[in-house]
């Protein structure tokens, strides 16, 4: 048996899930075994039992040799990487159409009654193996018919905590991916647990990827914002006053009650967001998920690239696909160039997002922090602009929110 049929049937074993997601069939398998192994999976599943080493030798015991004798089904559910299955997935089907592509190709060689349009007919059909997404655009005319109208519906996307911000843009909405700019340490993962915050409240569930920091420094951060506790002081809360530790003892309980995640393994791959995606999409089943990426550059793509440039690019389509494959917004943060500090007006524009061609093209909106204390130091003033750059399904614009520093609080200015 190759290495990716068994890598491919050991993510099967792992996440019994992926076989009913999975665009694979059995005649997809180039080795006898495995098709019968594949098979009795999918017997398995549609009797509702659970697919295991167990169930696996159980119900095929009669020919247990052929798939390689129990040691080997044993030992299958070590192989595979479910993180990666989607990579899997579409390296197997490439092979297989290569294989079949061959084999019609030779055979239609051998033919003495050439007929070329037959020959460009199989390979057409071998060309649409793995595009199961037929449109039916009567089917979404249906859905949009039944929907309530606008008037009677509150809030159409997730809430990002500042009504001035939705009233520009509707809130957060599915399939749409949102990228955050700003200079370091200007109130980015502030601004993003903002976000994290209304949606939970929301009733909707963030997924926060944090490629930077870890998630007890997250969570202390989370902590002091709820708690209203000076985040330098959170950083050593045996020094909080009997009063502050009670507000850090409550706030931990808001926390505990609301529903996100946090993951901040280093390196995280797209492949890697993805699969925790789909997971929580199955945990959390019902509920409405909105994913937050800290932040776009440290997003490890191993893919071989001839630059940055086509490095970001890669990425920056994936985040629009998983948003629109997965129907949920995906808001990722972005570190912008040093150019902004050399201009007199140092409020962002779309040019100063690094590689910003692919990521401002692929992007349904852009936006950019700016606090004019960051840059003056003498000033007292550290509200936050945020700048509306890019939306490309209604306007743009600019509104400022208050920000505290020290709390990393933020709300809409009449409500701060």
């Known amino acids: 048996m190759s290495y990716l049929e068994r890598e491919i049937l050991g993510c099967f074993l792992k996440d019994n899930t992926l076989i009913q997601e999975t665009i694979i069939q059995a005649a997809h398998f180039n080795e006898e075994s495995s098709k019968l192994l594949y098979q009795s999976m999918l017997v398995l599943v549609s009797e509702n039992k659970q697919v295991d080493q167990v169930t696996l030798l159980a119900t095929n015991y009669e020919y247990i040799q052929q798939l390689g004798g129990p040691d080997f089904i044993t030992k299958l559910e070590a192989t595979g990487n479910v993180e990666h299955f989607e990579s899997y997935e579409r390296e197997f089907i490439d092979q297989y159409k290569q294989r079949e592509t061959e084999r019609v190709i030779k055979g239609w060689l051998s033919n003495d009654n050439k007929d070329s349009q037959d020959l460009i007919s199989e390979l057409q059909l071998l060309d649409d193996v793995g595009h199961s997404d037929d449109p039916d655009k009567n089917a979404t005319l249906k859905e949009m018919h039944d929907l309530p109208f606008l008037e009677d519906v509150e809030d159409a996307g997730v809430p990002s905590g500042f009504n001035s911000l939705d009233a520009l843009t509707g809130g957060f909405q599915n399939h749409a991916s949102y990228i955050l700019g700003a200079r370091p340490s200007v109130g980015k993962t502030a601004t993003m647990l903002k976000f994290a915050l209304s949606a939970s409240k929301n009733n909707a ?212």
């Open 205 to 416: 569930v963030p997924l926060l990827f944090s490629l930077e920091m870890s998630e007890e420094s997250l969570l202390r951060r989370l902590i002091a914002t709820v708690g209203r506790i000076n985040l330098f002081i959170a950083r050593n809360p045996h020094k909080l006053s009997a009063g502050k530790k009670e507000d850090w003892k409550k706030a931990v309980n808001i926390l505990y009650q609301l529903d996100f995640e946090i993951y901040d393994k280093p390196m995280q791959t797209i492949q890697y967001i993805r699969s925790k995606i789909r997971k929580a999409k199955k945990k959390h089943e019902g509920k409405q998920i909105i994913v937050l990426i800290d932040y776009l550059t440290l997003i490890h793509n191993a893919g071989t690239f001839h630059s940055d440039h086509a490095k970001y690019t890669d990425i920056s389509a994936r985040l629009k696909a998983m948003a629109q494959e997965y129907d949920c917004p995906v808001i990722t943060l972005a570190q912008l160039s040093r150019g902004v500090e050399q201009r007199n007006d140092k409020r962002p524009m779309l040019s100063d997002l690094r590689e910003s061609g692919s990521i401002e093209q692929d992007a349904d909106m852009v936006m950019f922090l700016y606090r004019e204390g960051y840059y003056d130091k003498s000033s007292d003033d550290d509200n936050i602009e945020i700048i509306v750059a890019k939306h490309r399904d209604g306007p743009t614009g600019t509104v400022t929110v208050y920000y505290n520093k020290s709390t990393g609080i933020m709300a809409d200015l009449d409500a701060g």
